[in-house]
Protein backbone atom coordinates (compact mmCIF):
# COMPACT_ATOMS: atom_id res chain seq x y z
CA UNK A 1 0.00 0.00 0.00
CA UNK A 2 1.32 3.54 -1.30
CA UNK A 3 2.35 5.54 1.98
CA UNK A 4 -0.32 8.79 1.07
CA UNK A 5 2.60 11.60 2.16
CA UNK A 6 4.31 9.73 -0.80
CA UNK A 7 1.00 9.86 -3.19
CA UNK A 8 0.71 13.94 -1.79
CA UNK A 9 4.11 14.86 -2.74
CA UNK A 10 4.02 13.11 -6.13
CA UNK A 11 0.81 14.78 -6.47
CA UNK A 12 2.39 18.47 -5.75
CA UNK A 13 5.26 17.49 -7.79
CA UNK A 14 2.88 17.01 -10.75
CA UNK A 15 0.91 20.22 -9.84
CA UNK A 16 0.47 22.96 -12.75
CA UNK A 17 -2.33 25.49 -11.30
CA UNK A 18 0.34 28.77 -11.81
CA UNK A 19 1.39 27.71 -15.26
CA UNK A 20 0.04 30.59 -17.22
CA UNK A 21 0.92 32.95 -14.31
CA UNK A 22 4.55 31.87 -14.76
CA UNK A 23 5.02 31.97 -18.30
CA UNK A 24 3.68 35.30 -18.47
CA UNK A 25 6.11 36.58 -15.67
CA UNK A 26 9.63 38.22 -17.09
CA UNK A 27 11.44 34.60 -16.77
CA UNK A 28 8.43 32.86 -18.43
CA UNK A 29 9.29 29.73 -16.61
CA UNK A 30 7.31 26.42 -16.31
CA UNK A 31 6.28 25.28 -12.82
CA UNK A 32 8.42 22.99 -10.95
CA UNK A 33 7.25 22.27 -7.43
CA UNK A 34 9.67 21.37 -5.21
CA UNK A 35 8.21 18.97 -2.22
CA UNK A 36 10.42 18.18 0.43
CA UNK A 37 8.84 16.07 3.30
CA UNK A 38 8.79 12.52 4.51
CA UNK A 39 6.81 10.56 7.73
CA UNK A 40 8.24 11.09 11.08
CA UNK A 41 9.60 14.77 10.55
CA UNK A 42 9.76 16.89 12.98
CA UNK A 43 11.00 19.68 12.47
CA UNK A 44 9.28 22.16 9.69
CA UNK A 45 11.00 24.44 7.82
CA UNK A 46 8.72 27.74 5.97
CA UNK A 47 9.76 29.75 4.18
CA UNK A 48 8.45 32.09 1.21
CA UNK A 49 9.21 29.94 -2.39
CA UNK A 50 12.39 28.41 -4.10
CA UNK A 51 14.73 30.92 -5.49
CA UNK A 52 15.98 30.52 -9.58
CA UNK A 53 18.91 28.29 -7.96
CA UNK A 54 16.43 25.70 -6.13
CA UNK A 55 13.96 25.75 -9.46
CA UNK A 56 17.44 24.69 -11.56
CA UNK A 57 18.15 22.32 -9.10
CA UNK A 58 14.87 20.74 -7.41
CA UNK A 59 16.95 20.81 -3.86
CA UNK A 60 15.80 23.70 -1.12
CA UNK A 61 17.75 25.83 0.29
CA UNK A 62 20.58 24.56 -1.89
CA UNK A 63 22.08 28.09 -1.91
CA UNK A 64 23.88 30.82 0.43
CA UNK A 65 20.55 31.11 2.01
CA UNK A 66 20.64 27.56 2.77
CA UNK A 67 23.89 27.64 3.96
CA UNK A 68 23.40 30.26 6.51
CA UNK A 69 20.08 28.42 7.55
CA UNK A 70 22.04 25.12 8.26
CA UNK A 71 24.61 27.70 10.88
CA UNK A 72 21.35 29.24 12.24
CA UNK A 73 20.36 25.94 13.05
CA UNK A 74 23.64 24.10 13.85
CA UNK A 75 22.95 21.28 11.19
CA UNK A 76 25.31 20.18 8.58
CA UNK A 77 23.99 18.91 5.15
CA UNK A 78 23.42 15.36 5.83
CA UNK A 79 21.03 16.60 8.83
CA UNK A 80 19.43 19.49 7.24
CA UNK A 81 18.26 17.29 4.40
CA UNK A 82 16.99 14.21 6.00
CA UNK A 83 13.82 14.12 5.38
CA UNK A 84 12.16 11.96 7.99
CA UNK A 85 13.40 14.48 10.34
CA UNK A 86 13.14 17.91 8.45
CA UNK A 87 10.28 18.86 6.61
CA UNK A 88 10.76 21.60 4.17
CA UNK A 89 6.87 23.17 3.49
CA UNK A 90 7.25 26.75 1.96
CA UNK A 91 4.11 29.00 0.96
CA UNK A 92 4.54 28.47 -2.60
CA UNK A 93 6.64 25.28 -3.72
CA UNK A 94 7.72 27.05 -7.13
CA UNK A 95 10.30 29.44 -7.84
CA UNK A 96 7.64 32.07 -8.16
CA UNK A 97 9.66 34.01 -11.22
CA UNK A 98 10.57 37.83 -11.23
CA UNK A 99 9.05 41.30 -12.09
CA UNK A 100 10.46 43.50 -14.70
CA UNK A 101 12.81 44.94 -12.46
CA UNK A 102 14.39 41.58 -11.46
CA UNK A 103 12.72 41.64 -7.70
CA UNK A 104 11.05 38.06 -6.60
CA UNK A 105 7.65 38.00 -7.06
CA UNK A 106 5.26 36.73 -3.89
CA UNK A 107 4.62 33.10 -3.86
CA UNK A 108 1.28 33.01 -4.92
CA UNK A 109 -1.43 32.23 -2.80
CA UNK A 110 -3.04 29.42 -4.51
CA UNK A 111 -0.35 27.44 -3.55
CA UNK A 112 -1.01 27.58 0.09
CA UNK A 113 -4.73 27.52 -0.20
CA UNK A 114 -4.40 24.23 -2.03
CA UNK A 115 -1.86 22.42 -0.46
CA UNK A 116 -0.55 23.50 3.20
CA UNK A 117 -3.31 22.13 5.14
CA UNK A 118 -3.16 18.84 3.87
CA UNK A 119 0.85 18.68 3.89
CA UNK A 120 0.34 20.05 7.85
CA UNK A 121 -2.43 17.34 8.72
CA UNK A 122 0.05 15.18 7.03
CA UNK A 123 3.11 16.12 9.51
CA UNK A 124 1.73 15.50 12.85
CA UNK A 125 4.86 14.90 14.10
CA UNK A 126 5.90 18.77 13.95
CA UNK A 127 7.64 19.75 17.66
CA UNK A 128 9.19 22.69 16.05
CA UNK A 129 8.30 25.03 13.17
CA UNK A 130 10.64 27.75 11.98
CA UNK A 131 8.80 30.41 10.34
CA UNK A 132 11.07 32.07 7.79
CA UNK A 133 9.99 35.64 6.44
CA UNK A 134 6.72 37.83 6.63
CA UNK A 135 4.88 35.65 4.21
CA UNK A 136 4.86 32.23 6.28
CA UNK A 137 4.29 34.37 9.75
CA UNK A 138 1.58 36.21 8.75
CA UNK A 139 0.43 32.54 7.90
CA UNK A 140 1.01 30.86 11.18
CA UNK A 141 0.67 33.03 13.36
CA UNK A 142 -1.86 35.36 11.79
CA UNK A 143 -2.73 38.77 14.02
CA UNK A 144 0.36 38.30 16.13
CA UNK A 145 2.87 39.17 13.25
CA UNK A 146 0.92 41.83 11.72
CA UNK A 147 3.77 44.36 13.29
CA UNK A 148 6.32 42.54 10.37
CA UNK A 149 9.54 40.75 10.46
CA UNK A 150 11.88 42.63 12.70
CA UNK A 151 8.87 42.73 15.74
CA UNK A 152 7.94 39.13 15.34
CA UNK A 153 11.11 38.01 15.07
CA UNK A 154 11.73 40.24 18.46
CA UNK A 155 8.53 38.64 20.14
CA UNK A 156 10.07 35.44 19.51
CA UNK A 157 9.77 34.27 23.37
CA UNK A 158 6.06 34.44 22.93
CA UNK A 159 6.09 31.96 20.37
CA UNK A 160 9.16 29.06 21.55
CA UNK A 161 9.95 26.82 22.04
CA UNK A 162 7.55 25.28 19.75
CA UNK A 163 7.56 28.06 17.16
CA UNK A 164 10.52 30.63 15.68
CA UNK A 165 10.01 32.97 13.95
CA UNK A 166 13.06 34.44 11.75
CA UNK A 167 14.28 36.81 8.89
CA UNK A 168 15.08 35.47 5.95
CA UNK A 169 18.81 34.11 6.26
CA UNK A 170 19.29 35.75 2.27
CA UNK A 171 22.48 38.21 2.61
CA UNK A 172 20.35 41.11 1.67
CA UNK A 173 19.80 40.60 4.52
CA UNK A 174 23.19 41.03 6.76
CA UNK A 175 23.00 44.68 7.13
CA UNK A 176 19.43 43.50 9.25
CA UNK A 177 22.14 41.43 11.74
CA UNK A 178 24.01 44.00 12.34
CA UNK A 179 21.32 46.39 13.03
CA UNK A 180 20.00 43.42 15.44
CA UNK A 181 22.80 41.92 17.09
CA UNK A 182 20.06 40.08 19.96
CA UNK A 183 19.63 37.85 17.31
CA UNK A 184 22.82 36.47 17.17
CA UNK A 185 23.20 36.73 20.92
CA UNK A 186 20.08 35.74 22.25
CA UNK A 187 17.60 34.01 19.52
CA UNK A 188 20.26 31.60 17.74
CA UNK A 189 21.73 29.82 20.78
CA UNK A 190 18.03 28.91 21.74
CA UNK A 191 17.15 28.05 18.41
CA UNK A 192 20.66 25.74 17.99
CA UNK A 193 19.65 23.75 21.69
CA UNK A 194 15.90 23.20 20.34
CA UNK A 195 16.79 21.89 17.00
CA UNK A 196 19.08 19.47 19.26
CA UNK A 197 16.69 18.70 21.67
CA UNK A 198 14.10 17.63 18.91
CA UNK A 199 16.48 15.24 17.09
CA UNK A 200 18.18 13.89 19.63
Known amino acids: MPDPLDSLAARISACRLCAAEFAATATGHAPRPVAWFAPGARILVAGQ ?26 L ?18 CFPGYDARGADLPPPKICA ?5 PVMAALPGIRLTLLIGGHAQKWHLG ?4 GGVTRTVAGWRDHAPGVFPLPH ?4 NTAWLKKNPWFEAELLPALRSRVAEVLQ
Not at 55 to 70: E, N
Not at 113 to 117: E, L, M
Not at 143 to 146: G, N, Y
Open 49 to 74: APGARVHRSGVPFDDPSGDRLRAWMG
Open 76 to 93: DRAAFYDRTRLAIVPMAF
Open 113 to 117: ATWRA
Open 143 to 146: AAAK
Open 169 to 172: PSWR
